[in-house]
Nanobody, 125 residues
């Protein structure tokens, strides 16, 4: 079992920054990949970024590449999503996910078996 708790969401103006955190507990955090997904109103949940168990491999959606950075601190059981140059279209509920069967991460939701409750990010124009 893995428990995930996101924090750091909020309201920000376009061009601003937010830093999302996801704290994990349960299974050994350094043994599995992590991902971030988001769901905007009226849309399906979509991939944002993933990071491998060691942090050496990352992947991003085209829509966020160059603006968002995913990182992890295995000593603190935490994964971070640093979001810069935010746009109104980034408005969504952001979810972190644990893929305990994954070593290197995945862009596909079905690769992840534990999910956080989500944190709202709202970007005003």
């Amino acid at each position: 079992q893995v428990q995930l708790v996101e924090s750091g969401g909020g309201l920000v103006q376009a061009g601003g920054s937010l830093r999302l955190s996801c704290a994990a507990s349960g299974r050994t955090f350094s043994s599995y990949a992590m991902g971030w997904f988001r769901q905007a109103p009226g849309k399906e949940r979509e991939f944002v970024a993933f990071i491998s168990w060691s942090g050496s491999s990352t992947g991003y959606a085209d829509s966020v590449r160059g603006r968002f950075t995913i990182s992890r601190d295995n000593a603190k059981n935490t994964v971070i999503l640093q979001m810069n140059s935010l746009k109104p279209e980034d408005t969504a509920v952001y979810y972190c996910a644990a893929g305990t069967r994954l070593a290197y991460g995945s862009r596909h939701q079905d690769g992840y078996d534990y999910w956080g409750q989500g944190t709202q990010v709202t970007v005003s124009s």
